[in-house]
C-alpha cells in the first residue's frame, strides 16, 4: 500500500510539473548594437529561470543562468574559429530518398503544415521590434533607398546619413511564447484528416526500413 502511494504521490507530482512547465510563457529578449562591430545580448526566460548569452564586439561571448534575478554562474563560450575539416569519404547519394519523402505528401498535408507554422509564428511573433540609430552607406544611392524603406516599416526609426559609410544602430526584439499553444497546434496538426495517413505511411516506411 505504501509503494502504491509514494507512485500515485510520483504521477501527480510528475503531471504537475508538467502542466506548470507548459502553462509557463517563455519570455524572450534580444538587444543588439551595431557600431563598426556587432554586439548583443539575447535573454530567454521561463517563470523565476534566465537563459543569458551575450555577444561582445570583442570576441568574448557569456552565457549565464540566473534563478530569480542571482546569477547562478556565467561561463564564457569558446570564439568561434575556423577548423580544417577533416577528409571524409564520400557516401553514396541513395536515389529516390527525398522523392520516396516527399512523394507521399499530397496538397491537404502541405497545407495543414503551412497553417500549423502560420499559427505558430502569429502566436510567438514580437510584441515589440524596435530598430534605431544613423545608417549610411558609402553610396547615396542606397541610403535613399533605405530612407524610403523606413517609412513603409513600424518600429524603424533609423535616421538615413548621405556623408558616408556611417553605421550606429540599435535593435530590441521582445515577445513571449506558450508552450501549451504551441503544443495544441501541434497536436491538431497530427490529428487533423490531411495529415494522418500520410503520418501513417512515414511510420510504416520507416519500420519498413529497420
Same mark, same amino acid.
Given at each position: 500500500m505504501?509503494? /502504491?502511494?509514494i507512485l500515485a504521490?510520483a ?9 506548470i512547465? =507548459?502553462?509557463?510563457?517563455i519570455r524572450y529578449?534580444?538587444?543588439? /548594437?551595431?557600431?563598426?562591430? !556587432?554586439s548583443?545580448e539575447?535573454n530567454?526566460g521561463?517563470?523565476?529561470f *534566465? =537563459?543569458s548569452f551575450?555577444?561582445?564586439a570583442?570576441?568574448r561571448n557569456?552565457?549565464g543562468?540566473?534563478l530569480?534575478?542571482?546569477? /547562478?554562474?556565467?561561463k ?7 577548423k580544417?575539416?577533416?577528409?571524409k ?5 541513395q536515389? $529516390?530518398?527525398?522523392g520516396?519523402?516527399? $512523394? ?5 498535408? =502541405? ?9 505558430? !509564428? ?9 530598430l ?5 552607406f ?6 535613399g =533607398?533605405l530612407?524610403?524603406f523606413?517609412?513603409t516599416? +513600424? $518600429?524603424?526609426h533609423?535616421e +538615413?546619413? !548621405?556623408t558616408g ?5 540599435r535593435?530590441?526584439? *521582445?515577445g513571449?511564447?506558450?508552450?501549451a499553444?504551441? /503544443?495544441f497546434?501541434?497536436l491538431r496538426f497530427?490529428?487533423a484528416? +490531411? ?5 501513417k ?6 519500420? $519498413?526500413?529497420?
Amino acid at each position: 500500500m505504501i509503494v /502504491l502511494n509514494i507512485l500515485a504521490g510520483a504521477v501527480l507530482v510528475v503531471f504537475a510539473l508538467f502542466f506548470i512547465i =507548459i502553462l509557463t510563457p517563455i519570455r524572450y529578449d534580444l538587444r543588439g /548594437l551595431w557600431q563598426d562591430k !556587432f554586439s548583443g545580448e539575447m535573454n530567454i526566460g521561463a517563470g523565476p529561470f *534566465q =537563459i543569458s548569452f551575450t555577444w561582445a564586439a570583442g570576441g568574448r561571448n557569456i552565457f549565464g543562468l540566473q534563478l530569480a534575478g542571482i546569477t /547562478l554562474f556565467k561561463k564564457p563560450l569558446a570564439s568561434s574559429e575556423k577548423k580544417k575539416e577533416e577528409t571524409k569519404p564520400e557516401k553514396k547519394r541513395q536515389k $529516390g530518398r527525398w522523392g520516396d519523402v516527399f $512523394g507521399i505528401f499530397d496538397r491537404g498535408f =502541405i497545407k495543414a503544415i503551412l497553417k500549423t507554422v502560420r499559427d505558430i !509564428f502569429r502566436h510567438s511573433a514580437p510584441k515589440v521590434m524596435k530598430l534605431e540609430g544613423v545608417w549610411g552607406f558609402d553610396d547615396p544611392y542606397y541610403t535613399g =533607398i533605405l530612407a524610403a524603406f523606413r517609412s513603409t516599416v +513600424p $518600429g524603424i526609426h533609423v535616421e +538615413p546619413d !548621405f556623408t558616408g559609410g556611417v553605421r550606429d544602430l540599435r535593435a530590441l526584439v *521582445q515577445g513571449r511564447i506558450r508552450p501549451a499553444v504551441v /503544443l495544441f497546434y501541434g497536436l491538431r496538426f497530427i490529428v487533423a484528416p +490531411p495529415a494522418r495517413p500520410v503520418l501513417k505511411k512515414m511510420l510504416q516506411k520507416r519500420r $519498413g526500413k529497420e
